[in-house]
């Protein structure tokens, strides 16, 4: 039965993670925290106190991984935003050459019937 339960905790958590897109500071903090425990642990085994040290350097490293994620997370902001104006500005672009193309027609246009 508790090997049941186990099963079904991580297959909710396994569906609840691909639905939705982690973040770098997500992903930093598992990250960090793993790193931390196993660096926490090996510090803490070797003056004797092993839980207190998983326990502190699983703790600083989650903290430590989420602040680097969340500077990621907002550089990927950043440059999703710099995009979306380098694209308005390129559309903005291709309009004005569309209007100085209808211009020079019509000025062509203008130029013909005066002739006549």
Known sequence: ???FKLFIVFSLLILASA???PSYASKGALG?????????????SATGHTAEGLAIGTGIGA?????VGE???????????TDELQRRQQEEIERQRREIEELKRQQRYDDQYRRY
């Open 1 to 3: 039965m508790k090997m």
């Open 71 to 81: 500077g990621m997370d907002q550089v990927d902001v950043q440059r999703e935003e």
């Open 32 to 44: 960090g925290g793993a790193l931390g425990a196993g660096l926490g642990a090996i510090i803490g």
């Open 63 to 67: 903290l430590g991984g989420a602040v």
């Open 19 to 21: 639905c939705a897109r």
